[in-house]
């Protein structure tokens, strides 16, 4: 594949972790998790920002007509569809455009990480749906910091930020918590899928649900208008603002 100049030169830290066996069960779990919380959400537009390998078939699933992607990196051969250049902080998108906005991992290795999510508030339309997945330090998960030799490779070189920080900060923006799901009680020597973790799974969501390691929260931007909204858009608006450039097609046919 052709390197192409305007893509950004670092990879995305998470792609080589998620093709490990401990990263693919990890993101195997993410994926049900985006296909639950995106169910029952229609609109044109999914814009997915960053990991852009992994969603695929999950987003495959959704109602939404068109997916959308701002990779961290070079878009892989199995990352197919609509793909535009941009910064998580300046979405290169017109303002309340977006149906749904996948942020998987993404604010763990920002420095501004309210800058984007002022932006995804911004181009989200209004009951529009961000789903957020994220790693919780205050977490069994968060201790394969201390043992593991590649603790400063992903995903535990990020900045982890705690889900009720984030929720605060959405709650600024005038977002309203629908949904905040939690996994990976276990710690992460042990695999999530055997037979101890799953029961280790199963204690965690009922006895102790605000210590795993993986949250996926998904939130709907709430306004304050001065007549009724409606809640379904009759007419598709203007992906991009003003005279920006059409993004281009990687591939052929949706994700």
Same mark, same amino acid.
């Given at each position: 594949?052709?390197?192409?100049?305007?893509?950004?030169?670092?990879?995305?830290?998470?792609?080589?972790?998620?093709? =490990?066996?401990? /990263?693919?069960?990890?993101?195997?779990?993410?994926?049900?998790?985006? $296909?639950?919380?995106?169910?029952?959400?229609?609109?044109?537009?999914?814009?997915? *920002?960053?990991?852009?390998?992994?969603?695929?078939?999950?987003?495959?699933?959704?109602?939404?007509?068109?997916?959308?992607?701002?990779?961290?990196?070079?878009?892989?051969?199995?990352?197919?569809?609509?793909?535009?250049? /941009?910064?998580?902080?300046?979405?290169?998108?017109?303002?309340? =455009?977006?149906?749904?906005?996948?942020?998987?991992?993404?604010?763990?290795?920002?420095?501004?990480?309210?800058?984007?999510?002022?932006?995804?508030?911004?181009?989200?339309?209004?009951?529009?749906?961000?789903?957020?997945?994220?790693?919780?330090?205050?977490?069994?998960?968060?201790?394969?910091?201390?043992?593991?030799?590649?603790?400063?490779?992903?995903?535990?070189?990020?900045?982890?930020?705690?889900?009720?920080?984030?929720?605060?900060?959405?709650?600024?923006?005038?977002?309203?918590?629908?949904?905040?799901? $939690?996994?990976?009680?276990?710690?992460? *020597?042990?695999?999530?899928?055997?037979?101890?973790?799953?029961?280790?799974?199963?204690?965690?969501?009922?006895?102790?649900?605000?210590?795993?390691?993986?949250?996926? *929260?998904?939130?709907?931007?709430?306004?304050?208008?001065?007549?009724? *909204?409606?809640?379904? $858009?009759?007419? &598709?608006?203007?992906?991009?603002?003003?005279?920006?450039? &059409?993004?281009?097609?990687?591939?052929?046919?949706?994700?």
């Amino acid at each position: 594949m052709t390197r192409d100049p305007l893509q950004p030169d670092q990879p995305d830290p998470l792609q080589a972790w998620y093709r =490990s066996a401990l /990263g693919a069960e990890v993101a195997n779990h993410e994926g049900d998790c985006v $296909r639950r919380l995106l169910a029952n959400t229609f609109g044109y537009y999914l814009v997915q *920002i960053g990991s852009s390998e992994r969603f695929g078939e999950a987003l495959a699933a959704s109602r939404i007509r068109h997916r959308v992607l701002l990779p961290g990196a070079l878009p892989t051969e199995a990352a197919q569809g609509l793909s535009i250049v /941009g910064e998580p902080g300046a979405l290169p998108l017109a303002s309340d =455009s977006i149906d749904a906005v996948l942020l998987p991992h993404v604010l763990e290795y920002s420095d501004s990480p309210r800058a984007i999510l002022a932006e995804v508030e911004r181009v989200l339309i209004p009951e529009g749906r961000l789903i957020l997945l994220g790693f919780d330090p205050l977490s069994l998960w968060a201790l394969g910091r201390l043992w593991r030799p590649a603790c400063r490779r992903a995903p535990w070189n990020g900045r982890w930020r705690l889900a009720v920080q984030v929720e605060h900060w959405l709650n600024e923006l005038g977002f309203e918590i629908e949904v905040c799901e $939690r996994a990976l009680f276990c710690p992460p *020597i042990v695999s999530p899928t055997g037979s101890r973790c799953r029961t280790v799974e199963l204690l965690g969501r009922r006895f102790w649900p605000l210590f795993g390691g993986l949250y996926a *929260i998904r939130a709907v931007k709430r306004v304050a208008p001065l007549t009724p *909204i409606k809640p379904y $858009r009759a007419k &598709r608006h203007a992906l991009l603002p003003g005279s920006a450039v &059409r993004p281009t097609t990687r591939g052929t046919g949706h994700v």
